[in-house]
């Protein structure tokens, strides 16, 4: 027992592989295990942040003849505290009665602080009423439970009343004001405390840090840098990654990078701050490059590192290094995590490989809501629609309660589906059998359903009737449809009520000089250019990734920039030459261009994911190839696209802004209808 005592304390710096080491402990602990020994690994749970694992760990307990303690108590109270498990709380309440254990003092607070932190503020209350003599943790904990349930008002009375004001309860103040949105109040108690001369520790900058990160307030969290700067606590990694995050959240991604490159020790919550915030910033391929980055520095990843990258991976369609993390999730024994292998299903489904990601939905040992929402909105986006619908009753059965993202999953599948019935039914059960109120993404959802369906007057009719504003992306759904129903008159009226809520949306315009283009109507589609030109709007250029020996490579329209632009573009025009021998004639509509009869038959269309499918082609040799494209695909690539899946037949999987289209054999799976 001596010995395991020592093994913890030397191994519980951060960093240190804790999971593996509690292993170790337990499975030796299995043979002799009184009650200290239980208090020992409930302690080293508590002490890493393993709140879950402590409770479970508890009830084991429970379940033995051994009895819990004092000690056992203040040691599971705070995880029952950190993990909101009220339930539990009022339990180990029970037993603590039992025992008499309510007259010491340090179980009270911790009582005391579990039931203003679940939320019970009256309970609390009603204990700290009860106390003889109050700690300073009570006093606290108290204002810290009021601040926390958003009674700011009573919090700052127990703080005036409070006899001693530590750091501790000024930062119990700030920390209340700043989850609940003050950020004003909050930075106004931060620059009291510091006038009545306590110096922040390193919870009061990391309570004030996401505040001013949330709040955008770059300004006041300059500030906060200031100060951290004259009190020398740079160097706490917690506070570093604060404001590296702080920075990152504020846009000055730059500013980030600059402070975690002097960070004089990065640990796995700095590069969790830097991967993290260039997810956020949309910057993907520099998240995948800081996450190489942080192997070659030997860090550990943890849960929250993985729960950041995969995303990274998901929207890039970066597969061969989603695989690698998945491996590396696998080593660590991450997969258990319930986030990390959401986030891998995630990934799984949005690189394509859907079949990998319900094998892993399979597999997984305890599954919430969130993973049946990514697998339902999986099978979604890549046109499995059945599946879709089949794993939402699934889900119901399972006596999960479907939520809103759920709802929104279903509903996208009878649009991808075009199932205009089944759509209504879903969006009608989910208000009166589900008490799920529709939102903005569910009503988009219907209008896209209808419009795309051809019911464009009872499309328009549900607009109308929307109990919400519809916004912009609400009526560009509709503009959608009215042009492909070819509805010039609807079309016109859209677009002039859209050039009013938004002027400067350049898919508008896109939108509507596609629809004079696919009419042939070339005047109309000059005027619209021109006003696009007058009003200075440009369009966003559209893109395409494709990743090969785990690089992604990035290719724009008419992209000259590539090393291998020569290669790629003759691999087009031998394609072009194959398909015009197949019986091919590119269909030039969508490219915009009123380009001579003659010229458009050897028109090959350059569009990124054009030159992203001839550099796949050219740099493997067997396998699906697989793009992602930050706009939708148009006619013309898709029909492409499929004539180049027979002719050198290989899979082609290409991710639009709007769903996945699995080409195969002359054939999408998307039943060209998107
Ligand atoms: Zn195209
Ligand atoms: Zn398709």
Redesign the pocket.
């Known amino acids: 027992m001596e010995a395991i005592r020592i093994l913890l304390t030397t191994h519980s710096s951060p960093g240190a592989p804790v999971t593996y080491l509690l292993y170790i402990i337990e499975n030796a602990l299995s043979q002799e295990r009184d009650v200290s020994s239980w208090n020992t690994i409930l302690a080293a749970y508590r002490r890493h942040g393993y709140a879950q694992e402590a409770l479970a760990l508890f009830q084991q307990m429970r379940r033995t003849d051994v009895q819990p303690d004092q000690f056992t108590f203040a040691t599971i109270l705070p995880a029952c505290a950190k993990i909101r498990a009220l339930e539990q709380g009022i339990n180990i309440h029970q037993s603590a009665i039992e025992r008499g254990y309510l007259s010491d003092i340090v179980i009270t607070s911790a009582l005391l602080d579990m039931y203003a932190k679940c939320g019970n503020i009256n309970k609390a209350r009603e204990l700290f009423d009860k106390m003889p003599e109050r700690s300073v943790i009570s006093w606290n904990a108290m204002i810290a439970g009021y601040a926390q349930n958003g009674e700011v008002d009573e919090a700052l009375r127990i703080f005036n009343e409070s006899p001693q004001k530590n750091v501790v309860s000024w930062t119990a103040m700030i920390a209340g004001y700043a989850q609940n949105g003050f950020v004003e109040k909050a930075m106004e108690y931060y620059k009291q405390m510091q006038l009545a001369g306590v110096n922040p520790n390193s919870t009061t900058l990391a309570s004030i840090l996401p505040a001013c990160a949330k709040m955008g307030a770059l300004e006041q969290g300059m500030g906060v840098h200031q100060s951290i700067m004259e009190s020398g606590v740079l160097s706490n990694a917690i506070v570093a990654s604060a404001l590296i995050d702080m920075y990152a959240k504020c846009g000055l991604i730059d500013k980030a990078r600059e402070l975690f490159d002097k960070m004089p020790k990065r640990n796995v919550i700095s590069w969790n701050a830097m991967i993290g915030g260039y997810s956020q910033n949309g910057l993907f391929e520099k998240a995948l490059e800081a996450f190489k980055e942080m192997r070659l520095a030997d860090v550990k990843a943890d849960y929250t590192t993985f729960a950041s990258i995969l995303p990274a991976c998901a929207k890039m369609g970066a597969l061969e290094q989603g695989v690698d993390i998945h491996q590396r999730i696998i080593e660590s024994g991450l997969f258990s995590n319930v986030v990390v292998a959401n986030a891998l299903i995630d990934m799984y489904a949005k690189c394509g490989s859907i079949y990998k990601a319900r094998e892993l939905f399979n597999k997984m040992p305890e599954r919430d809501v969130i993973s049946w929402n990514a697998m339902v909105a999986g099978y979604a986006q890549n046109?499995f629609c059945k599946d879709a619908f089949k794993l939402f009753e699934l889900m119901k059965d399972s006596g999960l309660h479907p939520n809103h993202v759920s709802f929104a999953c279903v509903l996208s599948a009878c649009s991808h589906a075009g199932l205009m019935n089944e759509g209504c039914k879903y969006f009608d059960s989910m208000s009166n059998s589900y008490f799920v109120i529709p939102t903005i993404d569910h009503y988009m959802c219907m209008v896209d359903l209808l419009g795309r369906a051809g019911y464009l007057e009872e499309s328009l009719n549900f607009i109308i009737k929307m109990p919400i504003k519809p916004v912009v992306i609400v009526w560009m759904c509709f503009l959608g449809a009215c042009r492909s129903h070819k509805n010039i008159q609807l079309g016109m009226f859209t677009a002039i009520l859209l050039f009013e809520l938004n002027p400067q949306n350049s898919a508008t315009y896109v939108l509507l000089s596609n629809m004079f283009a696919e009419m042939g109507r070339w005047v109309e589609v000059q005027m619209v250019r021109k006003l696009m030109q007058d009003r200075g709007i440009k369009k966003i250029p559209g893109c395409s990734w494709i990743e090969s020996d785990k690089m992604v490579h990035t290719f724009c329209v008419g992209d000259r920039s590539h090393p291998q632009t020569q290669e790629i573009y003759a691999k087009l025009e031998e394609l072009s030459w194959e398909m015009k021998a197949a019986g091919y004639f590119p269909d030039s509509r969508h490219v915009l261009n009123d380009v001579e009869e003659e010229e458009k038959v050897f028109f090959v269309c350059h569009h990124s994911e054009m030159l992203a499918i001839a550099f796949g082609l050219l740099n493997t040799p067997f396998g699906t190839i697989r793009v992602v494209k930050n706009l939708r695909?148009c006619v013309d690539c898709?029909t492409t696209?499929?004539f180049i899946s027979n002719i050198v037949a290989r899979q082609i999987v290409?991710r639009d802004a709007k769903?996945?289209?699995?080409?195969k054999q002359g054939q999408?799976?998307?039943?060209?209808?998107?």
Request: proline share 0%.
């Open positions: 046109g695909v898709h696209t499929k290409v769903r996945f289209h699995h080409f999408c799976s998307c039943g060209d209808y998107w």
